[in-house]
């Protein structure tokens, strides 16, 4: 969703962390059965709780570029990833690792079996729960 359509930076982050808990139930819900989808859908959460930092520590040159883009890349992620590593530490980009293994060889390589997947889910949880957890902290 291109940022312009959002009343401010908080409501955008918000509407992406909201996203990041629905991708991370869905995906919890598939390893079993889909491990294929579970993957996309754990990447997903990851990417969306990068996008509602983004947003919320107001990154402004990361955000500038997606609204001139007209939406995301994996250049733009990762210079995210990177930022909020400095601001959170290592951790964060270590688990984005995790996220990009789930979304490479998880969904588009379809190489992980649920085994893989449930051992992964940890990770995304974190990220996600971490973003939760320094948006309500930093008010």
């Given at each position: 969703?291109p940022?312009?359509s959002y009343?401010?930076?908080?409501?955008a982050?918000?509407?992406?962390?909201q996203l990041?808990?629905?991708?991370?139930?869905?995906?919890?819900?598939?390893?079993g059965?889909?491990?294929?989808?579970?993957?996309e859908?754990l990447y997903k959460?990851?990417?969306?709780a990068?996008k509602a930092?983004?947003?919320?520590?107001?990154?402004s040159?990361?955000l500038?570029s997606?609204?001139?883009?007209?939406?995301?890349?994996?250049?733009e992620l990762?210079?995210?990833v990177?930022?909020?590593?400095?601001?959170l530490?290592?951790?964060?980009r270590g688990?984005?690792?995790?996220?990009w293994?789930?979304?490479?060889?998880g969904f588009?390589?379809?190489?992980?079996?649920?085994?893989?997947?449930?051992?992964?889910l940890?990770d995304i949880?974190?990220?996600v729960i971490?973003t939760q957890k320094n948006m309500?902290?930093?008010k």
């Open positions: 969703m940022l312009d009343p401010d930076l908080k409501s982050s918000q509407v992406h962390l990041a808990l629905k991708y991370l139930d869905e995906g919890r819900s598939l390893i059965k889909d491990p294929t989808q579970a993957s859908k959460a990851a990417e969306e990068v930092l983004t947003a919320y520590f107001n990154l040159n990361i500038s997606v609204e001139k883009r007209g939406r995301w890349t994996v250049t990762e210079k995210a990177e930022a909020i590593s400095e601001k530490g290592a951790w964060f688990l984005w690792d995790t996220a293994t789930l979304h490479v060889w588009h390589e379809a190489k992980l079996n649920s085994k893989a997947v449930e051992i992964r940890p949880e974190r990220i971490e309500k902290e930093e």
